[in-house]
Antibody, heavy 121, light 112 residues
Framework: QVQLVQSGAEVKKPGASVKVSCKAS????????IHWVRQAPGQGLEWMGR????????NYAQKFQGRVTMTRDTSTATAYMALSRLSSDDTAMYYC??????????????WGQGTTVTVSS | DIVMTQTPLSSPVTLGQPASISCRSS???????????LSWLQQRPGQPPRLLIY???NRFSGVPDRFSGSGAGTDFTLKISRVEAEDVGVYYC?????????FGQGTKLEIK
């Protein structure tokens, strides 16, 4: 079935970078945006940005500009989210999501299982 | 930026009884294309979010018909006609009319 499978948990030190992957299966990867949403422990959802897999074009939330980079590999149907200069505030669950069944690109109808990123010295 | 405000933040409900969650935006969510991009997501404990409702009132595939969405402009409501045990979790509204998309703070639904 249509799914997004994310990479495993990460533990990083402050100041380091992390790269999370999101592999799509059972649908045309290049046809739909991939969004990244994060959730700090016990907190709500925060949209980070999106990538258009066919062109590689990206849009980032202002909060993450200069620190986040979203890329994709169409040969493996995988999207990536890299976040640099990590601090403890970046400790969170990171989700990828897409609008595979619905027309509007922000109607995120498929979600990955999440990747925990822990930033600790 | 738009501000999304959900009420209540916590909602204890008796099984079989209705529940209602409100979401208010600081600006109209009517898009220039005439659509209103307000959706509702459910997040069960330990699970990723799940899309329930899109464009105010459209139930996504597989969502039980006890869930319904309504509203217009800046005021929106998610209703559960008869709460079941599996409905426990946090519910988020999300606006995607203006960039960037923004979630409400979340409403925790729990059983009394």
């Amino acid at each position: 079935q249509v799914q997004l499978v994310q990479s495993g948990a990460e533990v990083k030190k402050p100041g380091a970078s992390v790269k999370v992957s999101c592999k799509a299966s059972e649908y045309t990867f290049t046809g739909y945006y991939i969004h990244w949403v994060r959730q700090a422990p016990g907190q709500g959802l925060e949209w980070m940005g999106r990538i258009k897999p066919n062109s590689g074009g990206t849009n980032y939330a202002q909060k993450f500009q200069g620190r986040v980079t979203m890329t994709r590999d169409t040969s493996t149907a995988t999207a990536y989210m890299a976040l640099s200069r990590l601090s403890s505030d970046d400790t969170a669950m990171y989700y990828c999501a897409s609008n595979v069944q619905l027309d509007y690109y922000y109607d995120m109808d498929v979600w990955g299982q999440g990747t925990t990123v822990t930033v600790s010295s | 930026d738009i501000v999304m405000t959900q009420t209540p933040l916590s909602s204890p409900v008796t099984l079989g009884q209705p529940a209602s969650i409100s979401c208010r935006s600081s600006q109209s969510l009517v898009h220039s294309d005439g659509n209103t991009y307000l959706s509702w997501l459910q997040q069960r404990p330990g699970q990723p979010p799940r899309l329930l409702i899109y464009k105010i009132s459209n139930r996504f595939s597989g969502v039980p018909d006890r869930f319904s969405g309504s509203g217009a402009g800046t005021d929106f409501t998610l209703k559960i006609s008869r709460v079941e045990a599996e409905d426990v979790g946090v519910y988020y509204c999300m606006q995607a009319t203006q960039f960037p998309p923004l979630f409400g703070q979340g409403t925790k639904l729990e059983i009394k």
